[in-house]
């Protein structure tokens, strides 16, 4: 008799619990739906034709990345993302990796910068099995990069934005994109294509 009521009751537990998982998964695909978040309010502070703003920062591999170090040598191509973990960034970086050679042929290096912190950028990176290209914190003094380019929002986070710069150092393209989509590789390539 004790065993049935026991059973009974681990039986009645597990169904609980997973009736609070699913509650739990529907709640999270609530929040993450957000729609559409437009460029906010952050407000570019480059143009096409322009020379690039330089910088250093340091990659999650403790190596200091100065965008003046590949002038003469590789067009650049700089991402920036809102945030590491978020669903699209994990999409759109890995992304890149199956393109390398579409970089590579376009003689273009890309640098992904993100507003958070080494150690998180480094877990993430890791959680994703490496990524070929350089990947740089912009935490501190926090979006100072994302600033200068004009794309850091007043929440502190990043816009999604590209930016492709010549060997010349000069601005050939501008990508500002909703945070929910991944920028389209197509464009980058054509504009890459349109630099040779």
């Known amino acids: 008799m004790k065993c049935r009521i026991r059973a009974g009751v681990l039986c009645v537990l597990v169904v609980v619990f997973w ?4 509650a739990a998964a529907d709640a999270v695909k609530k929040d993450v739906d957000v729609g559409k978040l437009k460029p906010m309010d952050s407000e570019l502070k480059v143009k096409v034709g322009e020379q690039a703003p330089d910088f250093t920062l340091k990659s999650i ?3 200091s990345v100065t965008l003046s170090e590949f002038r003469e040598k590789n067009n650049v191509v700089i991402s ?5 973990w978020a669903a699209i960034c994990s999409d759109q970086w890995p992304g890149y990796n199956i393109a390398k050679d579409i970089f590579q042929k376009n003689d ?21 099995d490496g990524l ?19 794309v850091l929002r007043s ?5 999604r934005a590209v930016f492709i710069v010549d060997k010349k150092g000069k601005i050939r393209f501008i990508g500002l994109q909703d945070i929910n989509t991944r920028p389209p590789l197509e464009e980058i390539v054509k504009e ?3 630099i040779k």
């Not at 070929?132 to 004009?150: E, N, Q, R, T």
């Not at 929440?155 to 816009?159: K, L, N, Q």
Request: without cysteine; charged residues 15%.
């Open 19 to 22: 009736a609070m998982v699913a």
């Open 61 to 63: 591999t403790g190596k």
């Open 80 to 84: 920036f993302i809102p945030a590491a």
């Open 108 to 128: 273009a290096v890309l640098l992904g910068i993100s507003v958070d912190n080494i150690p998180a950028l480094h877990a993430w990176v890791t959680q994703m």
């Open 132 to 150: 070929w290209f350089p990947v740089l914190s912009d935490f501190w003094p926090h979006g100072a990069v994302a600033s200068k380019y004009g």
């Open 155 to 159: 929440d502190g986070i990043a816009e």
């Open 192 to 194: 890459l294509e349109k």
